[in-house]
């Protein structure tokens, strides 16, 4: 018979989301923020090629869809875990 451990850890990702031992949603939100700052890092080499439109569009395409996918999972978390979202992306 074959014997395995499982070891324990402070976060789980489940349907894409990492929910923490205290359900805070905070490494979520700090990993979600980062992401959007990077899509938009690099969309600021291409803002000089394209008409304000197409800017705005790339912009939701990849910082929004990802903000508002998430969206309802953090209703009723605290002030400081959403407060990300609003000061980097």
């Known amino acids: 018979m074959v014997t395995s451990s499982i070891s324990a850890s402070d976060s789980v990702r489940?349907?894409?989301?990492l929910i923490s031992v205290d359900?805070?949603?905070d490494r979520?939100?700090?990993k979600v923020?980062?992401?959007?700052?990077?899509?938009?890092r690099q969309l600021r080499s291409l803002l000089e090629s394209l008409d304000a439109?197409?800017?705005a569009?790339?912009?939701?395409a990849f910082v929004?869809?990802?903000v508002d996918y998430y969206c309802s999972l953090l209703i009723g978390s605290l002030r400081t875990v959403t407060e990300?979202?609003?000061r980097e992306s």
């Open 14 to 17: 489940l349907l894409g989301v």
């Open 23 to 25: 359900l805070s949603f």
């Open 28 to 30: 979520h939100v700090t």
């Open 33 to 40: 923020a980062w992401q959007c700052f990077y899509h938009v």
């Open 53 to 55: 439109d197409c800017a």
């Open 57 to 60: 569009t790339l912009i939701r």
């Open 64 to 66: 929004s869809s990802r």
């Open 84 to 86: 990300k979202l609003h």
